[in-house]
């Protein structure tokens, strides 16, 4: 499992971003996914989560209604689409590789992760 994160940057509030997260050591295969962000002093949290074949997914209540995540057509890739951002989204977003058909909001379900991405919303 090799995951990698693409799609982080400066964006202003109100703007949009995709994050993408590509296993490159599994292309082939369909593993659930998620993820998490930590911001400056605070702890990491969770943001999304996605099943196997994407019948399955969910995002924290923080982020409901603005961010979604979903597999792309490549096996193994996920995107996180934010939206209507806000600066306290500003953080560093992780991909992380579940185990098991679905592995939700809990980081101790998660085997591997990604180096992160830098999200930073303007004022």
């Known amino acids: 499992v090799q995951l990698v994160e693409s799609g982080g940057g400066l964006v202003q509030t109100g703007g949009s971003l995709r994050l993408s997260c590509a296993d490159s050591g599994r292309p082939s295969t369909s593993d659930p996914m998620g993820w998490f962000r930590r911001a400056p002093g605070k702890e990491r949290e969770f943001i999304a989560a996605?099943?196997?074949?994407?019948?399955?997914?969910f995002v924290a209540d923080s982020v409901k209604g603005r961010f979604t995540i979903s597999r792309a057509t490549a096996k193994n890739t996920v995107n996180l689409q934010m939206s209507n951002l806000k600066p306290e989204d500003t953080a560093i977003y992780y991909c992380a590789h579940g185990r098991g058909r679905f592995a939700g909001r809990w980081a101790e379900n998660y085997d591997y992760w990604g180096q992160g991405t830098q999200v930073t919303v303007s004022s």
């Open positions: 996605i099943d196997r074949d994407g019948s399955t997914a």
